[in-house]
Nanobody, 124 residues
Framework: QVQLVESGGGLAQDGGSLRLSCAAS????????VGWFRQNPGKEREFVAA????????YYADSVKGRFTISRDNTQNTAYLQMNDLKPEDTAIYYC?????????????????WGQGTQVTVVS
């Protein structure tokens, strides 16, 4: 079992930045790939980014590529999502997710473990 706790959401201006954190516990952090998804009311959950257990491979949705960066610190059992050049359409609840199946599976298959979500609101 993996427990995930997000933090760092909030309000940002159009063009601004936020950094989300995801603290993991419950099993060795290096045994899981970590990703971020987002969702708005009435819409499906959307893949944002994922990172392999080693941090050596990253995957991004086209809508955030070049603006968002996913990273992880395996000594701190924490993953991050640095969001730059934020746009109003980035407004959503952001969920940290984890899987034992590999980061490359997350875009299509989601994850087995989810955090509670953190709200990100971007205003113009």
């Amino acid at each position: 079992q993996v427990q995930l706790v997000e933090s760092g959401g909030g309000l940002a201006q159009d063009g601004g930045s936020l950094r989300l954190s995801c603290a993991a516990s419950g099993r060795p952090f290096v045994s899981i790939a970590v990703g971020w998804f987002r969702q708005n009311p009435g819409k499906e959950r959307e893949f944002v980014a994922a990172i392999s257990w080693s941090g050596g491979t990253e995957y991004y949705a086209d809508s955030v590529k070049g603006r968002f960066t996913i990273s992880r610190d395996n000594t701190q059992n924490t993953a991050y999502l640095q969001m730059n050049d934020l746009k109003p359409e980035d407004t959503a609840i952001y969920y940290c997710a984890a899987t034992t199946r590999g980061a490359y599976t997350m875009r299509a298959n989601g994850a087995g473990y989810w955090g509670q979500g953190t709200q990100v609101t971007v205003v113009s």
